[in-house]
């Protein structure tokens, strides 16, 4: 049979398909309604948002983002933290030290001079201006790839470095009224320390 359309069209026809499109309306909302009503439903992470899934179906959430975390993304851009283990006492007590600092507008390097005997503290003294915090970082053997910075800025916490990381990350102190002088002791080994201390 060949079925017309438009002013040509039979209207028993025409009915018979208008009801039958209102039937599958009908199921279709019946469906969507029942594909809604699931309370012991869990929801699995996507690019795309979220889906239902059973609880006997796959793993659950918590476990895909266990193998998420263990599986290296393609996107990951991995680096080396800085350091924050001390170097072999050899190795560590083989190097120059220097202080750089704000006071000279990160332009001069003062050694510290290692304690005498068998001693393993580096000790430096500067002259720092007054009414300004003082900041400062330690570099090894004169390269400013090889620096010295705390955990966190400011000061405290653990010596981290040598590396070429660390921009802006200082040890800091409140500057005084008066014109001060900057104690620095530093031990590089075992787990290493820095005490700093303004003098007046």
């Not at 068998?118 to 790839?145: H, I, L, N, R, Y």
């Amino acid at each position: 049979d060949v079925k017309q359309f438009g002013p040509r069209a039979d209207s028993v026809e025409l009915l018979k398909q208008i009801q039958n499109s209102i039937r599958f309306l009908e199921i279709g909302d019946k469906s969507s309604s029942g594909f809604q009503d699931m309370p012991n439903a869990t929801f699995a992470a996507g690019n795309s948002g979220t889906a239902p899934v059973g609880n006997s179906a796959g793993p659950t959430l918590s476990q895909q983002q266990e193998q998420q975390q263990q599986q290296p993304q393609p996107w990951a851009v991995t680096s080396e933290p800085p350091r924050s283990v001390a170097e072999a006492d050899s190795e560590a007590l083989a190097r120059t030290y220097a202080l750089v600092g704000n006071w000279s507008n990160w332009g001069t390097f003062v050694e510290l001079q290692r304690d005498e005997g068998d001693g393993t503290v580096f000790s430096a003294e500067v002259v720092v201006p007054a009414g300004k915090d003082v900041e400062f970082q330690v570099v090894c053997d004169g390269d400013w790839k090889q620096r010295l910075f705390p955990t966190a800025n400011g000061g405290g916490g653990r010596v981290l470095g040598p590396t070429s990381d660390g921009h802006g990350r200082n040890w800091r102190l409140h500057g005084l009224t008066d014109p001060a002088i900057l104690r620095v002791d530093f031990d590089p080994t075992g787990e290493r320390y820095l005490r700093s201390a303004l003098l007046i």
